[in-house]
């Protein structure tokens, strides 16, 4: 009898130690699991954190910025420092890195700080095919391609409610230093043969065009000598989304291409007595308003020129 009792009390005894591995088993299991979770949400907390770059390469490209300088004229920012200008702090508010985008932001706003010949401020790079150079630029016969990935991040609304519009890219023409003393002019600012706005959500596109196309060369150096164009507007509306535009230009002829799958081509009179111009691209924002308070941020993530 007593051994009896005793063997049930053993076999107890041996029950609960394996019940009680059991779970200390069990309580282990579920500790490795909660372990391979955090692990998990770690990993996606760190490629939430990656940084993402724009493919820009801005050696060959000024800025100017909607600030003054102690002259009171637009601060730029050229090669190499411009290279530089994330750390270059007159520039922050103006442009920037968005590194969770991978993009240059251009930021714009109405300031006293205006280029000669024009009400608005821009954020806006100036193509320099000498870095620091501006008296080097290319003309229709030689060429040049730009192509660009960009969206409009921000802008405001006029009194109507309508978007603020603003110009994302240019052509503009140059006059020589013997064109310029030729006409007697202060300056060597020719007319843009090319500005692509941002219009309310859609990409609209205007040119030049000679008043008289029997205009002597001479004659059609003069800015009065050009007028703009109509307009034209794309039929796809791009709103605040990314999209590709892409300028190709050649001895007579300007295309404008958006998103790979509608073109506008330029190909007349006015595209042939252009080519006595020098020119040059521009990308940014242009911001066309002096509404107080307004302003339009403008996001690139890539832009390619070649020639």
Same mark, same amino acid.
């Given at each position: 009898?007593?051994?009896?009792?005793?063997?049930?009390?053993?076999?107890?005894?041996? *029950?609960?130690?394996?019940?009680?591995?059991?779970?200390?088993?069990?309580?282990?299991?579920?500790?490795?699991? %909660?372990?391979?979770?955090?692990?998990?949400?770690?990993?996606?907390?760190?490629?939430?954190?990656?940084?993402?770059?724009?493919?820009?390469?801005?050696?060959?490209?000024?800025?100017?910025? @909607?600030?003054?300088?102690?002259?009171?004229? @637009?601060?730029?920012?050229?090669? @190499?420092?411009?290279?530089?200008?994330?750390?270059?702090?007159?520039?922050?508010?103006?442009?920037?890195?968005?590194?969770?985008?991978? *993009?240059?932001?251009?930021?714009?706003?109405?300031?006293?700080?205006?280029?000669?010949?024009?009400?608005?401020?821009?954020?806006?790079?100036?193509?320099?095919?000498?870095?620091?150079?501006?008296?080097?630029?290319?003309?229709?016969?030689?060429?040049?391609?730009?192509?660009?990935?960009?969206?409009?991040?921000?802008?405001?609304?006029?009194?109507?409610?309508?978007?603020?519009?603003?110009?994302?890219?240019?052509? =503009?023409?140059?006059?020589?230093?013997?064109?310029?003393?030729?006409?007697?002019? %202060?300056?060597?600012?020719? @007319?843009?043969?090319?500005?692509?706005?941002? %219009?309310?959500?859609?990409?609209?596109?205007?040119?030049?065009?000679?008043?008289?196309?029997?205009?002597? %060369?001479?004659?059609?150096? =003069?800015?009065?000598?050009?007028?703009?164009?109509?307009?034209?507007?794309?039929?796809?509306?791009?709103?605040?989304?990314?999209?590709?535009?892409?300028?190709?230009?050649?001895?007579?002829?300007?295309?404008?291409?958006?998103?790979?799958?509608?073109?506008?081509?330029?190909?007349?009179?006015?595209?042939?007595?252009?080519?006595?111009?020098?020119?040059?691209?521009? *990308?940014?924002?242009?911001?066309?308003?002096?509404?107080?308070?307004?302003?339009?941020?403008?996001?690139?993530?890539?832009?390619?020129?070649?020639?």
């Amino acid at each position: 009898m007593k051994n009896f009792r005793r063997n049930i009390l053993l076999i107890a005894f041996i *029950a609960f130690l394996s019940a009680n591995a059991t779970s200390q088993n069990k309580e282990s299991s579920v500790t490795e699991s %909660d372990v391979k979770v955090e692990k998990k949400s770690k990993k996606k907390k760190k490629k939430k954190k990656k940084v993402k770059l724009p493919n820009i390469d801005l050696s060959h490209w000024k800025v100017t910025l @909607p600030v003054a300088n102690e002259e009171g004229k @637009p601060v730029e920012i050229s090669p @190499p420092e411009i290279l530089d200008f994330a750390s270059i702090e007159v520039a922050k508010p103006y442009m920037y890195i968005d590194s969770t985008k991978g *993009a240059i932001v251009f930021h714009a706003m109405p300031t006293d700080s205006k280029t000669r010949n024009t009400k608005y401020t821009r954020s806006e790079l100036r193509e320099q095919m000498v870095p620091g150079e501006n008296n080097v630029n290319w003309t229709f016969a030689q060429g040049g391609k730009l192509k660009a990935k960009l969206a409009m991040d921000e802008t405001t609304r006029d009194s109507n409610g309508k978007y603020h519009r603003t110009i994302v890219l240019q052509i =503009h023409g140059r006059l020589t230093n013997e064109q310029r003393d030729l006409i007697g002019a %202060d300056d060597n600012n020719a @007319p843009p043969i090319l500005k692509i706005y941002w %219009d309310k959500g859609k990409i609209r596109v205007k040119t030049k065009v000679l008043k008289n196309p029997n205009a002597t %060369d001479m004659a059609l150096l =003069h800015e009065e000598a050009w007028d703009n164009d109509k307009g034209f507007n794309f039929e796809q509306e791009v709103g605040f989304r990314k999209f590709t535009l892409e300028v190709k230009v050649s001895e007579g002829k300007m295309v404008v291409i958006l998103n790979g799958s509608e073109f506008k081509v330029y190909e007349n009179i006015h595209m042939r007595r252009w080519g006595v111009f020098e020119n040059y691209f521009k *990308a940014g924002n242009y911001f066309q308003s002096r509404d107080e308070g307004a302003y339009s941020k403008v996001k690139f993530y890539e832009l390619e020129v070649s020639h």
